[in-house]
């Protein structure tokens, strides 16, 4: 008798283990199901990148942040009626001296390091939340924009999930840790009287950036201005697909509005000698740019991409694709006359 009930308790025991065991997974799904949709909840009424989805109302703009996120907040604003686009190739082009320059209020929507399909994303971003009121828009289109892969591969990270027209894909895109770390700030600045704001305009002068890591006293920095730039987008197919879905993103624009694509300056050293595969590259893709501004109404070309006398001079650079602000300005005096003659 003895031996029979010994041999009857792990028979017992297991089910009510198993049942406990149940229990705990199904309340630690439970739990973790709360938590999660609680988290998605309180990120969507923070709208931590103040993209306007939430229902409530805090204070204006997001705390100094990178350009990536503050793209968001900075291109649905409606002090502004008009964008600047690209990368750190446009970056000095300042929109404080374009708004004096034309009366329509300029933002900057550049993210240093990005290509095309970032590029892109912004431009949308920025069309859906001015429907009406877009003035203007000018868009850095650098070599970049010469390549012949439609996928458009970007170089850096991007969110683009901030800036979709799926709400779905935005919720998807709040379940991020890097989210959750910026509840906290994202507390801070819209519970304070007066919190410090990044700059509405998205101005970034890089100038300072250059002169603290040398490049206007080291000879050996200056020097490699002599030498060949970064190689070029090599692009003989014909096909440039980043035109073609700018061209397809304009066509959702009115007809309108006034488009200035600039292809940004560059150090004499960086053009193509002539005669090469990369210069008939260069001319073919230039010649896409110029036709999408041919057949597109109130759209320009600025094309400093080329040589010229001021592009030739050392010292306006810190390296092949960056210029200093006297550059800058004459680029601006371009663009300024550029929008007088289109409107």
Not at 1 to 15: R, V
Not at 69 to 81: E, L, N, Q, W
Not at 282 to 296: G, N, S
Request: hydrophobic share 40%; charged share 20%.
């Amino acid at each position: 008798m003895s031996s029979s009930t010994s041999s009857s308790e792990p028979e017992t025991a297991a089910p009510g283990a198993a049942m406990r065991w149940a229990r705990f997974v199904r309340t630690f799904a439970v739990t973790a199901a709360v938590a999660l949709v609680g988290t998605v909840a309180l990120a969507f009424l923070l709208d931590p990148y103040d993209t306007g989805r939430t229902p409530l109302t805090f204070n204006d703009g997001v705390r100094p942040q990178g350009p990536r996120t503050a793209a968001a907040s900075r291109g649905r604003d409606p002090a502004f009626r008009a964008a600047i686009f690209g990368n750190s190739h446009i970056q000095l082009i300042s929109p404080e001296r374009l708004t004096q320059a034309t009366g329509s209020p300029f933002v900057s929507l550049i993210a240093p390091g990005s290509r095309p399909k970032e590029a892109l994303v912004l431009i949308d971003w920025f069309l859906r939340h001015h429907r009406g009121t877009a003035d203007a828009l000018v868009i850095g289109v650098d070599d970049y924009w010469c390549t012949g892969d439609p996928a458009l591969p970007a170089a850096l990270p991007f969110p683009y999930w901030l800036y979709t027209a799926s709400l779905r894909d935005y919720l998807v895109g709040l379940m991020r840790f890097d989210v959750i770390e910026e509840f906290q700030r994202r507390l801070a600045f819209v519970t304070a009287r007066s919190p410090e704001r990044a700059r509405p305009d998205g101005y970034w002068d890089y100038e300072s950036n250059y002169a603290s890591q040398g490049y206007d006293a080291d000879p050996a920095i200056r020097a490699k201005l002599d030498g060949t730039g970064e190689a070029l987008t090599r692009n003989l197919t014909g096909r440039y697909p980043a035109a073609e879905q700018l061209a397809t993103l304009l066509a959702t624009a009115p007809a309108t509005l006034p488009v200035i694509l600039v292809r940004p300056p560059v150090y004499r050293t960086a053009l193509p000698a002539p005669g090469t595969p990369d210069a008939s590259s260069e001319t073919a893709c230039r010649d896409a740019f110029a036709a999408l501004a041919a057949k597109r109404p109130r759209t320009a070309l600025i094309d400093w991409r080329r040589d010229r006398p001021e592009l030739r001079d050392p010292n306006q650079f810190f390296d092949h694709s960056h210029y200093r602000q006297p550059i800058a300005r004459l680029v601006e005096a371009d663009i300024a006359a550029a929008l007088a003659r289109l409107r």
